[in-house]
């Protein structure tokens, strides 16, 4: 049963992967049609084929290996004298064609963020709860108060808060508060927190239902905080403040997935899947800002040889563009046998 367990667990991992790795190459097919570009092949998985149906000019693909997926486009470098190949339509065409992918990543981020939104509920500016010690109820704030301004700035919901908060200047910061019929006046010393690098009040908002508009909203704005997070770590990657150690790949992400699974369904199958599809959506930006580094046999280093020509006027040599991804992809591969063995000794560990 344990062995049984752990295959569900790991496939329901896997299932996130291949949809966040589909959405992406779904960009790149609908932008390729849209073009007139020839696309051969539309894969979902990787591998030897377990079905396979032809529509019109493009296979549909399910391969054995659900790690990836792709789209097959006609000639996608080099000079070709056919009108269907990539590498003959306009450079607008072309790149509206390699920046679909990422772009459709961060539009399922997007999405995966408003269901979780919509189904938790939306932090409100009503006290829920109190930590004991802390600066916001030893100043004699309480469970059920409503916060209505933080140094004369408006609140209307937790994010109204957060930003009142961050942008104090003094360590202490007046709040009104609505408690019952009453408004009142609260000064609270905010408590700095080395290990968080930030100050701390001690309160937690309740949650309520909102309307769709008010979930999109808070949906752009917490799909903005992950892809702020996101660029801040390839940052700290790319400068040295974090190791390169401290890269995932595929066995490392299905590690953090069943562990994601396994702390989140003790509390309830449905809360399980809202991590699931929160880490999905982590993921999925990720997979949208690693793919625009302009770097060899991404879609970055495309992107990046196509603004070229944009601006000379003409296309850089085949050869050297062949050349140039060729070794991207060498470079890319041993970078991913450098992850998968971090994945590992981390699991020996």
């Not at 667990?9 to 896997?14: D, K, N, Q, T, Y």
């Not at 590498?87 to 607008?92: G, Y």
């Not at 010690?133 to 919901?157: H, R, W």
């Not at 989140?264 to 399980?272: G, Y």
Request: charged content about 20%.
């Amino acid at each position: 049963m344990a062995i049984i367990s752990m295959v569900i667990r790991i496939a329901i991992v896997l299932l996130v992967f291949t949809v966040i790795v589909t959405a992406h190459e779904f960009g790149h097919f609908i932008m390729a049609k849209r073009s007139g570009v020839l696309v051969q092949e539309f894969a979902i998985g990787m591998g030897p084929k377990i079905v396979s149906k032809k529509k019109g000019e493009t296979s549909y693909s399910l391969r054995v290996l659900p790690i990836g997926g792709y789209c097959m486009m006609q000639e996608e470098v080099g000079d070709s004298k056919s009108e269907r190949s990539l590498s003959s339509k306009t450079v607008w065409q072309r790149l509206s064609i390699l920046f679909a992918g990422p772009v459709m990543n961060f539009l399922l981020a997007l999405l995966l963020m408003f269901i979780i939104v919509m189904s938790q509920g939306q932090p409100s500016n009503i006290v829920g709860d109190l930590t004991p010690g802390f600066p916001a109820q030893e100043a004699g704030m309480e469970v059920g108060d409503e916060i209505l301004m933080i140094n004369n700035i408006k609140t209307k919901n937790m994010n109204d808060i957060t930003k009142a908060l961050s942008i104090a200047d003094d360590k202490e910061v007046e709040l009104l508060i609505k408690r019952g019929s009453e408004d009142i006046r609260l000064n609270i010393e905010r408590e700095y927190s080395q290990e968080e690098d930030r100050y701390l009040v001690g309160f937690t908002a309740t949650l309520k239902k909102g309307n769709v508009f008010a979930g999109i909203k808070n949906s752009f704005i917490e799909t903005g905080n992950l892809l702020k997070m996101t660029v801040d770590g390839f940052g700290m990657l790319i400068t040295g403040k974090v190791s390169a150690d401290e890269l995932a790949g595929p066995i490392g992400v299905i590690n953090a997935g069943v562990q994601v699974w396994d702390a989140s369904v003790k509390e309830s199958i449905w809360f399980a899947i809202q991590q699931m599809l929160f880490l999905g959506a982590l993921i999925s930006i990720n997979l949208g800002v690693f793919n625009l580094f302009p770097f060899p046999a991404l879609d970055g280093g495309r992107i990046l040889f196509t603004a070229i020509e944009g601006i000379t006027g003409k296309p850089v040599n085949p050869k050297v563009e062949g050349a140039f991804h060729f070794v991207g992809f060498i470079l890319l591969m041993g970078l991913m046998v450098f992850v998968m063995y971090n994945d590992i000794a981390r699991g020996i560990g």
